[in-house]
């Protein structure tokens, strides 16, 4: 029964408006990249099949709104997800100071059973940008970060030119299936043989 | 009562959670065993659980996600065919007998995303099929989130570029838009829908309106669902996307959906997008409900522009091309024009964003900038001066923007609109304002040098040179005041030109308006303007050969003229002192120009002060040190003049009210009679008058301490006065002899004696160190060893 809920693996994307989480994405799934911003609007997901020590597994990588109030549901999507990937853009420095925010935030509403070893990737984007130049997060700094919390696999990628990005998403997806399973397994109270299932409520119309 | 339903949602929630775990715990039973009967059965048990009514939307969506991720692994079984054995379009004819609509149409919609993905049947047929059916749920909140999983499933499935498809590529588009475009127009309408529903108390309204509020991303999802198919190209987004769009956004006539949905699209779509649809975009602006707050609307906009613009240079010539300025303004004008209602403070930010905007993207406009603080003055005219907080904090950022631009106000001095938007600012906010622009020009240590554009500044910056009307003397803060006179005083030091003709002039503006100051701002500006001039005339003085006579209207006797009449009025105003002060520099001044008359009357000046307004004895001690120190630097007198005046010194150094005082001015006075230049007067008996004169009052000193305390006073005074005769003896005053220092030794000596016990430490190590210092230039040798020989010091243990 676990083999095949490990079947699909859910990862969650996170980080500040404009860093490029979409971007990121497209480029993995699709294959494709433009550079336009276009905000995103709540959280939604694109799925990828991927091949892993000789089984198929179903990537569902969740992309989310950086900016809050495009984010008016709450974040009940991350329930259940198997790696959560931080993303900063090595051009502003603020985007690196809030992956803490980030990761304490995503922390405390997913609430994960073994906080301490939930896989987290972070990502270091936009490397290509003005032939790197621009850069204000050196990688030595982004490692040690990474380092202080527990050993983060940290990857430096483009989502424009596609640079790194297939082997941060490979390890994205070796973290997620190396989480054990969250999911308290379910157990009815009984057994019904005759299958009817529970009492229906009534809610009062057939709607 | 809401602590209670908020209680019992969670009770809801709860068993929601459970109804959806035991058949989720089926449905995966029969998927294991490939049973595709059972896990139809369990799976729209399970999604009976959305049919609930009773919960608000955050909760309903914790529940939906709970369905959603089980969802999935039914759909990964419905693509595979081999285990259920049944043709994807049979399935999607078989779901369809679920009994619950709701559980039906979630199914419907699973099996759809496998039935797109397998393009057995066209997929415009099933995209419509679906967006149609769909419309049998017209609860606001479950139909919302049944089509926003509508939308999920299907999102990455819609046929667009770069696809295979049967049909033509755009056509394909076309279906991918018309279906996302309905499934909006259907989630906003159930969105609006909601509102009507709300009615009862206030109180349940408020809260009600927050949980639609909360479900707004669900129906701007739509958007973003628009904003990534690759097929929308910028003709198809001009002519069908937007003005879709904007019409269901107009015609909802829902505040909250207006606003939230025209910052959606502003967000998802591209830049170039909006700008070239300005016209399409803006015009929507004033059709908007009279309550939306369209100004952050429009803020958001320009924003985003004005970043693109500042992220790449190339993309200027495109917002001169589609004339994005004149666009925008017309725009805000037409939106505080039907936005009647709107406070003032709202159409000032409005400008606010537009000058942001146009000093980010035109920075070389000028005239950009000119016209928005115009278009403010229009309306602010004929209304009463702002009183506003929030309002006039606007003014100010609306003010100070291009002065943070151009890191230079000589540009806002340019500006004919300036000084007229701040003519509409209460007196407090012109001071503010004021203040802006002095520490600006000091921060950027901008020189302002025409006499024209200090007549502009100090108009700007009135507030703070005299009191407008209506200003209460006692709320000004005594420190809030002397900070802004200060910055005032500071400021005339910033107005400057190397042509004495235009510092002239520049001199003549600044004194104009400082006078009319008043009493408490002249001692603080007034300082500042004499040293202005002080340095013009030096400045004059120094190319003075350069300048061939007559024909030179600025000339040092003229700017005298004028210093004696700014220096005036502080003597009436009760800061004597400082106008003393002022007149001996000017007395120097003119001396170094050689212009005697002009010192002597200065000095008369400077005395008749000491005599007719400086009462206070501390004060008199001040004055006449310093009266003795600049009268000892001057050397234009001539004998007569100079005899007048080192008189009236003397005169009135004897005539201190306390003794020491009057022992330490006479002895100073010795000085006014030997310069120590090469051509300085040196008139050795005078000194030695002098210096007897306050031995004299030493003496007299010591002897009133002695009645009046029993005991005699410090030696002090002696001490110092020994001090005195030793310069005279080294610098070779002939009246001075060794053995005239011997004698005021042996004098201290015994007068030390006489009184051990009343003698201060202090003074015993001064009268000490003197006499180390004479037993070291014995021992030194050399011209002043053999003078000092004859003298014999004998230091105490």
Partial sequence: MASRRRMLLKVIILGDSGVGKTSLMNQYVNRKFSNQYKATIGADFLTKEVQFEDRLFTLQIWDTAGQERFQSLGVAFYRGADCCVLVYDVNVMKSFDNLNHWREEFLIQASPSDPENFPFVVLGNKIDVDGGNSRVVSEKKAKAWCASKGNIPYFETSAKEGFNVEDAFQCIAKNALKNEPEEEMYLPDTIEVGGGGRQQRSTGCEC | MIAERFEDEEKWLAEGIAGIQHNAFFMHRALDEDNLRDALKYSAQMLSELRTSRLSPHKYYELYMRAFDELRRLEIFFKDERRHGVAIADLYELVQHAGNILPRLYLLCTVGSAYLRSKDAPVRDVLKDLVEMCRAVQHPIRGLFLRS?????????????????????????MVAVEFVLQNFTEMNKLWVRLQLQHQGPSRIREKREKERNELRDLVGKNLHVLSQIEGVNLEMYKDIVLPSVLEQVVNCNDELAQFYLMECIIQVFPDEYHLQTLETLLGACPQLQP?????????????????????????????????????????????IEAQADMPIVGAIALHVSLLTFTLRVHPDRFDYVDQVLGSCVKK??????????RATKQ??????????????????????????????????????MAMVIIQSIMKNNTCISTADKVEVLFE??????VDLDGTIVDEVDEEDFNEEQNSVARLIHMLHNDEPEEMFKIICTVKKHIMSGGPRRLPFTVPSLIFSALRLIRQLHGQDGDIVGEEVPTTPKKIFQLLNEIIEPLSSVSSPELALRLYLQCAE?????????????FFTQAFVLYEEEIADSKAQVTAIHLIIGSLQRMNVFGVENRDTLTHKATGYSAKLLKKPDQCRAVYACSHLFWVDDQDGIKDGERVLLCLKRALRIANAAQQMANVARGSSGPVTLFVEILNKYIYYFEKGNPQITSATIQGLIELITTEMQSDSASALPASDAFFTSTLRYIQFQKQKGGILGEKYDPIKVQIPA
Avoid: W
Wanted: net charge negative.
């Fill in chain 2, 380 to 389: 602010l005219s004929g209304k009463p001066k702002l009183d506003d907080s």
């Fill in chain 2, 149 to 173: 999983y509508l939308s999920q499933v299907s999102k990455d499935k819609l046929p667009d570029i770069g696809h295979e498809h049967e049909e033509g590529e755009s056509k394909d588009v």
């Fill in chain 2, 291 to 335: 309550t939306v707050d369209i100004k952050t609307v429009l803020s958001q906009l320009m924003d985003r522009l004005s970043n693109y613009a500042a992220s790449n240079t190339e993309v200027l010539p495109e917002f001169l091309q589609v004339e994005a300025f004149a666009k925008l303004s017309t725009a805000i004008g037409r939106v």
């Fill in chain 2, 589 to 601: 001044a003119a001396n170094d120009c050689d212009l005697e008359p002009v010192a002597y009357e």
């Fill in chain 2, 460 to 465: 700007l910056i009135k507030g703070l040179i």
């Fill in chain 2, 395 to 432: 003014v100010v950022a609306l003010l100070s923007a291009p002065l943070d631009k151009y890191n230079d106000i000589v540009t806002a001095l340019t500006l004919s609109n300036y000084p007229r938007v701040m003519d509409h600012l209460d007196h407090e906010t012109n001071k503010v």
